[in-house]
């Protein structure tokens, strides 16, 4: 009997606690009685210190945290962990691929010179391809360093034929394996660049074999990624986000002075393009398949930390200006970007 009793007694007892603090717990609107502010600021610690609030350049999860409240990414996640548009407000993601025309591959019986012959074969596939371009033959002289213990930059003389450059809907990596089977078998292996150079540097043609494919790759995959940027985004400071901040973050990573941890994340990217000023075309050197995911990084203000900006601080400090970097910026401690939170220490 006392067990029934308990039982019945218990939720009635819990369900009267529920239902008491429905009476007592203040509203939103009661919460920010004198204190308006209470419900737009962000108040956050950490136990270690926040070294640098920059997204280029710490390597901290203490300033990571910060950094998420004060600057925006191109893109982020929403709570299924999907890709989401956040200083982007949509994108385009393909592939430009580019191989050499081979003669000495026989197709489909016959050995084909004629570039345009190729062209038209190409598109006939139906699919994945969009467009096919000839690119006319070239020559030029080039230079490439030769790692060792003695690096020494070689120059070389080429002589390139015809080149195709092929827009594909789709990011396909096995593009290649695919086209052997129109175009024959070896046809890409069997493209040899060493016929179609000549080492000006005396004393290493026997280098030339060696550094063959860096001056005409037999074949390239460049994926490419078209970002649309959201139009009236401020910086904090006011002053309007753009595709050159876009620009300018990524050559500030790359900027060896800056000694960026973000490096590896970026360096397969062989450049980044301005369209215009709410539009970039990122092109990759090769597949890379994290690529996407590396625009979640906070973008920078370009004309708070430009090389006029940067000039400008040093000599206000009485520094060399020519070794004064991003690193030792104000800014890495009094951060301005575009996201929800100002930075107040």
């Given at each position: 009997?006392?067990?029934?009793?308990?039982?019945?007694?218990?939720p009635?007892?819990i369900?009267?606690?529920?239902l008491?603090?429905?009476?007592?717990?203040p509203?939103?609107d009661e919460?920010?009685?004198?204190?308006?502010?209470?419900?737009?600021?962000?108040?956050?610690?950490?136990?270690g210190?926040?070294?640098?609030?920059?997204?280029?350049?710490s390597?901290?999860?203490a300033?990571?945290?910060?950094?998420?409240q004060?600057f925006?990414?191109?893109i982020?996640?929403d709570?299924?962990?999907k890709?989401r548009?956040?200083?982007?407000?949509?994108?385009?993601?393909?592939e430009?691929?580019?191989?050499?025309?081979?003669p000495k591959v026989?197709i489909?019986?016959?050995k084909i010179?004629?570039?345009e012959?190729?062209?038209k074969?190409?598109?006939a596939?139906?699919?994945?391809?969009?467009?096919v371009?000839?690119?006319?033959?070239?020559?030029?002289e080039?230079e490439?360093l030769?790692?060792?213990p003695d690096?020494?930059?070689?120059k070389?003389?080429f002589k390139?034929?015809?080149?195709f450059?092929?827009?594909?809907?789709?990011?396909?990596?096995?593009?290649?394996l695919?086209?052997?089977?129109?175009l024959?078998k070896?046809?890409?292996?069997?493209f040899?660049?060493?016929?179609h150079?000549?080492?000006?540097?005396?004393?290493?043609?026997?280098?030339?074999?060696?550094?063959?494919?860096?001056?005409l790759?037999?074949?390239e995959?460049?994926p490419?990624?078209?970002?649309?940027l959201?139009?009236?985004?401020?910086?904090?400071?006011?002053?309007?986000?753009?595709?050159?901040?876009?620009k300018?973050?990524?050559?500030?990573i790359?900027?060896?002075?800056?000694?960026?941890p973000?490096t590896?994340?970026?360096?397969?990217?062989?450049y980044?393009?301005?369209?215009?000023?709410?539009?970039?075309?990122?092109?990759?050197?090769?597949?890379y398949?994290?690529?996407?995911?590396t625009?979640?990084?906070?973008m920078?203000?370009e004309?708070?930390?430009?090389?006029?900006?940067?000039?400008?601080?040093?000599e206000a400090?009485?520094e060399?200006?020519?070794k004064f970097?991003?690193?030792?910026?104000?800014f890495?401690?009094?951060?301005v970007?575009?996201?929800?939170?100002?930075f107040?220490?």
């Open positions: 009997m006392l067990i029934k009793r308990v039982l019945i007694l218990l009635v007892i369900f009267a606690l529920l008491q603090s429905f009476f007592w717990v509203t939103y919460q920010v009685k004198g204190n308006p502010l209470r419900l737009e600021e962000f108040i956050t610690a950490s136990i210190d926040a070294r640098i609030l920059n997204p280029i350049l390597a901290d999860s300033s990571s945290t910060i950094e998420d004060v925006d990414g191109l982020d996640r709570e299924d962990l890709f548009g956040r200083l982007a407000t949509g994108w385009k993601i393909y430009e691929v580019y191989f050499y025309l081979n026989a489909k019986g016959r010179s004629d570039p012959a190729v062209r074969l190409l598109l596939q139906k699919g994945n391809i969009k467009d371009e000839i690119i006319p033959p070239q020559k030029g080039t490439i030769m790692p060792g690096p020494i930059n070689l070389v003389r390139a034929p015809h080149r450059k092929v827009t594909l809907k789709e990011v396909d990596q096995n593009f290649f695919k086209m052997e089977k129109v024959g070896g046809y890409f292996k069997t040899r660049p060493v016929d150079i000549e080492m000006l540097t005396a004393g290493h043609e026997d280098k030339l074999s060696a550094i063959a494919s860096q001056v790759p037999a074949t995959n460049n490419v990624i078209i970002f649309d959201r139009k009236g985004v401020k910086f904090h400071d006011g002053q309007e986000f753009d595709a050159g901040d876009v300018f973050t990524y050559e500030a790359m900027d060896p002075k800056n000694l960026s973000r590896s994340d970026f360096e397969p990217v062989k980044l393009e301005v369209i215009d000023r709410y539009k970039v075309k990122v092109v990759y050197k090769r597949l398949f994290p690529a996407f995911g625009w979640g990084m906070g920078l203000p004309h708070l930390l430009n090389s006029e900006a940067m000039k400008r601080e040093a400090k009485g060399d200006p020519e970097s991003m690193r030792d910026s104000d890495n401690r009094h951060p970007g575009t996201g929800p939170f100002v107040r220490e």
